[in-house]
């Protein structure tokens, strides 16, 4: 079994930028398909991005040019690096790799 522990939410304000990260307690990251998502209150889980095993990366529209994944091998690590954050950002937002969930972490961009 693996575990996902993802961590660096909080409060932002607008314009503001956040780094999210993703461990994982086993296994190798970089042979597995990993992505990041998220949910508002009241609406769907949102596709935000991917990082296949070669390290190729690709975003959904409503992210792309602001948020970014990359990974760190070493420390079996994912991240998510989102800058110019607004309200309509706020979300719990989840990691997944393989067919392994984190446990989502809130972000929350308000003044």
């Known amino acids: 079994q693996v575990q996902l522990m993802e961590s660096g939410g909080g409060l932002v304000q607008p314009g503001g930028s956040l780094r999210l990260s993703c461990a994982a307690s086993?296994?190798?990251?970089?042979?597995?398909?990993a992505a990041w998502y998220r949910q508002a209150p009241g609406k769907e889980r949102e596709f935000l991005g991917r990082?296949?095993?070669?390290?190729?990366?690709s975003y959904a529209d409503t992210v792309k040019g602001r948020f970014t994944i990359s990974r760190n091998i070493a420390q079996n690590t994912m991240y998510l690096q989102m800058n110019n954050l607004t309200p309509d950002d706020t979300a719990v937002y989840y990691c997944?790799?393989?067919?392994?969930w984190g446990q989502g972490t809130q972000v929350t961009v308000s003044s």
């Open positions: 997944t790799i393989d067919r392994y």
């Open positions: 990082i296949i095993p070669s390290g190729e990366t």
């Open positions: 086993r296994g190798s990251i970089v042979s597995k398909l």
